[in-house]
């Protein structure tokens, strides 16, 4: 699938995001507000995971993000940790942030029994799997890493190339292929090629948002086909930063000036907690941390 995608790059240099560099436009200040990986459950604690802690936690920090005057508020993935019912301990308090709310899909968000796989969308208010936010001169790509996956493929057609990916992979015997990790299909690809070549049109600045990574300092979390998403990733200038979840311990990479950022946890601490507010400047994102999270100023390239 490496060499499928390959043979579009020669067409996205061509019509990549440089292309109207002259008209550079006027970028909104603007702030947000993440959460990552509440991961409740009604369940003892496990390790370092303090499931019962979560609704407290996710209570305290809507509290604090409603102080902002946030455009949106997103949960990166692993809203829950299993079962359908747990979703109805956490909606609510969700509900209760002022700004828009998105909801990013993460393994455990289909740790659910079968039958009721096709109704997790309604109860996290995704109507796509995979869409964007089109906000303030940025375009954010909200991908689905869990399109081909042993948990969340729930069409004939997409359980058939999780089958073809995971053969595939693990005669390369790559570390990330692991049942919790996940992967995107062409046809997921090939939308986001399509967005970054809206994005360049439009010059808009990229975000992405996924609950696995796409580069990380050790791969085991990442996406399965991560080396697809990253070749167009790298094809683009526009693309300015990348934030995941699902490695609870977090971490941060930075290639070609574009910013992985994997936020912690919020499930997993004893006795803290994880979430960020992220600020939108002309040029600078700059991250404020609660509980674990870093606070950090990453330069918009
Ligand atoms: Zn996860």
Same mark, same amino acid.
């Given at each position: 699938?490496?060499?499928?995608?390959?043979?579009?790059?020669? %067409?996205?240099?061509?019509?990549?995001?440089?292309?109207?560099? *002259?008209?550079?436009?006027?970028?909104?200040?603007?702030?947000?507000?993440?959460?990552?990986?509440?991961?409740?459950?009604?369940?003892?604690?496990?390790?370092?995971?303090?499931?019962?802690?979560?609704?407290?936690?996710?209570?305290?920090?809507?509290?604090?993000?409603?102080?902002?005057?946030?455009?949106?508020?997103?949960? %990166?993935?692993?809203?829950?940790?299993?079962?359908?019912?747990?979703?109805?301990?956490?909606?609510?308090?969700?509900?209760?942030?002022?700004?828009?709310?998105?909801?990013?899909?993460?393994?455990?968000?289909?740790?659910?029994?079968?039958?009721?796989?096709?109704?997790?969308?309604?109860?996290?208010?995704?109507?796509?799997?995979?869409?964007?936010?089109?906000?303030?001169?940025?375009?954010?790509?909200?991908?689905?890493?869990?399109?081909?996956?042993?948990?969340?493929?729930?069409?004939?057609?997409?359980?058939?190339? *999780?089958?073809?990916?995971?053969?595939?992979?693990?005669?390369?015997?790559?570390?990330?292929?692991?049942?919790?990790?996940?992967?995107?299909?062409? $046809?997921?690809?090939?939308?986001? $090629?399509?967005?970054?070549?809206?994005?360049?049109?439009?010059?808009?600045?990229?975000?992405?948002?996924?609950?696995?990574?796409?580069?990380?300092?050790?791969?085991?979390?990442?996406?399965?086909?991560?080396?697809? %998403?990253?070749? %167009?990733?790298?094809?683009? $200038?526009?693309?300015?930063?990348?934030?995941?979840?699902?490695?609870?311990?977090?971490?941060?990479? $930075?290639?070609?000036?574009?910013?992985?950022?994997?936020?912690?946890?919020?499930?997993? *601490?004893?006795?803290?907690?994880?979430?960020? *507010?992220?600020?939108?400047?002309?040029?600078?994102?700059?991250?404020?941390?609660?509980?674990?999270?870093?606070?950090?100023?990453?330069?918009?390239?």
């Amino acid at each position: 699938m490496t060499g499928k995608i390959l043979l579009f790059v020669p %067409l996205l240099i061509l019509i990549g995001c440089n292309q109207k560099k *002259t008209n550079v436009p006027k970028f909104p200040e603007f702030e947000i507000g993440v959460v990552s990986d509440c991961q409740y459950c009604n369940c003892d604690s496990s390790g370092a995971r303090f499931y019962r802690e979560s609704p407290a936690r996710l209570g305290h920090a809507v509290k604090i993000l409603n102080e902002h005057p946030l455009d949106y508020t997103i949960h %990166l993935g692993d809203f829950i940790d299993r079962g359908f019912k747990s979703f109805d301990s956490v909606t609510p308090i969700w509900k209760g942030l002022k700004s828009e709310k998105y909801h990013v899909l993460g393994n455990h968000d289909f740790s659910v029994v079968d039958s009721l796989k096709p109704l997790v969308f309604e109860k996290m208010d995704i109507e796509d799997r995979y869409y964007s936010i089109i906000k303030n001169k940025w375009r954010f790509i909200v991908l689905d890493g869990n399109d081909l996956s042993v948990h969340g493929a729930l069409t004939p057609a997409k359980k058939q190339q *999780t089958d073809s990916l995971y053969q595939l992979l693990s005669d390369k015997n790559k570390s990330n292929l692991k049942s919790w990790n996940g992967g995107l299909s062409m $046809e997921q690809l090939l939308w986001v $090629e399509n967005e970054l070549n809206m994005a360049a049109a439009n010059n808009e600045r990229v975000g992405f948002y996924c609950h696995f990574p796409t580069l990380a300092e050790s791969d085991s979390h990442n996406l399965w086909n991560y080396e697809q %998403l990253l070749t %167009l990733i790298d094809t683009y $200038e526009c693309v300015k930063f990348y934030f995941n979840g699902h490695n609870h311990a977090g971490g941060y990479v $930075e290639k070609n000036g574009v910013h992985y950022l994997n936020f912690k946890g919020m499930v997993e *601490t004893k006795d803290s907690t994880s979430f960020a *507010t992220v600020a939108f400047r002309k040029d600078s994102l700059f991250v404020k941390g609660y509980g674990r999270e870093l606070s950090r100023s990453l330069k918009i390239r």
